[in-house]
């Protein structure tokens, strides 16, 4: 029964080689980060980290806040627990994450963050609304449909990273995108 396992592996492996070979470098590297993801595991890195100031990672090791496929079967006291977010902004970034990953509710009201806080068991938030529109302010949330929001990419990031703190700063960093300098036309 072991040698079949081996053999399908090695079938399995052979396959991918094949599919992954007639692509780009690039295109390699982001259909394994996507595998990778999905399966929540990291990819060893060449000497050097994808975040500068990220620690090195190994294949096998889990993803910080995990990946498509890690347990949903935490509560949202033991996520926000794990993340340890330091101020009102960062605990909105983790209730809007676990609202979307734990939840499936991608898309949500500053009422659904105020449920989940309590819920939570965190100390209530002195104003839910400007603590949500600074989370949108800082890039964590962005403006979904029908005046809901919804975590950004960044903010995905950010948590995935927390609770280490340099990590998380790093990944805000490379994911954040930079704002479009606007420039004043005058009529003459």
């Known amino acids: 029964m072991v040698d079949k396992k081996k053999k399908d592996i090695a079938g399995i492996l052979g396959a991918v080689i094949a599919t992954l070979k007639d692509l780009s470098s690039e295109e390699q590297q982001k ?9 929540g595991l990291r990819l060893p890195t060449q000497g050097t980290s994808q975040l500068k100031g990220a620690p090195a990672v190994t294949l096998g090791s889990r ?3 995990g990946g498509f496929s890690e347990e949903r ?3 949202p006291k033991e996520f926000i627990l794990q993340k340890q977010p330091r101020t009102d902004v960062e605990r909105v970034a983790c ?3 676990y609202l979307t990953n734990y939840r499936s509710t991608p898309h949500f009201k500053t009422i659904d963050i105020s449920k989940l806080n309590t819920e939570a068991a965190q100390s209530k938030l002195s104003n839910a609304h400007v603590a949500v529109n600074n989370a ?3 890039g964590y949330l962005v403006p979904a449909v029908r005046g809901t929001k919804q975590i950004s990419a960044a903010g995905e990031v950010f948590v995935q990273a927390l609770p280490d703190r340099e990590a998380a700063k790093a990944a805000m960093v490379k994911v954040k995108p930079r704002k479009k300098s606007r420039k004043s ?3 003459k």
């Open 63 to 65: 993803l910080p806040g």
């Open 31 to 39: 259909l394994l980060e996507t595998v990778a993801t999905f399966f």
């Open 73 to 75: 079967d935490l509560s």
């Open 95 to 97: 209730l809007a994450f």
């Open 136 to 138: 949108t302010l800082t």
């Open 185 to 187: 036309t005058k009529s």
